[in-house]
């Protein structure tokens, strides 16, 4: 029971971990080309003109990760300013891949 629980309790961290993972796995595309995130990520489900001239980008990760026996669902927005640099980073779904 104990290594089971133990078990548990790491697998749960690690979880929990790939989410931070992804946050700054992200915001390491701000301030940079957004040819760099489009490289990473693919190419985006949907791109909203901005009022400024950029855009707003979306981006759909679906992927299965069979260590966790887990589905990742995550979508990632991405503000991109007139110049194609990536200005801000914001993602929602549960546990993101890196």
Not at 9 to 18: D, P
Request: aromatic fraction near 8%.
């Amino acid at each position: 029971m104990p290594l089971r629980r133990s078990l548990i309790l790491v697998l749960a961290g690690l979880a929990a971990c790939k989410t931070v993972d992804w946050k700054t796995y992200t915001q390491g595309f701000v301030g940079k080309p957004v040819a760099h995130m489009t490289a990473a990520l693919g190419q985006p489900v949907m791109a909203i003109p901005g009022g400024d001239g950029g855009q707003v980008l979306t981006f759909l990760q679906d992927t299965r990760d069979e260590r966790f026996s887990g589905r990742y669902n995550c979508q990632t927005t991405a503000q991109v300013d007139a110049g194609g640099i990536v200005r801000q980073v914001s993602y929602t779904g549960q546990g993101c891949p890196v």
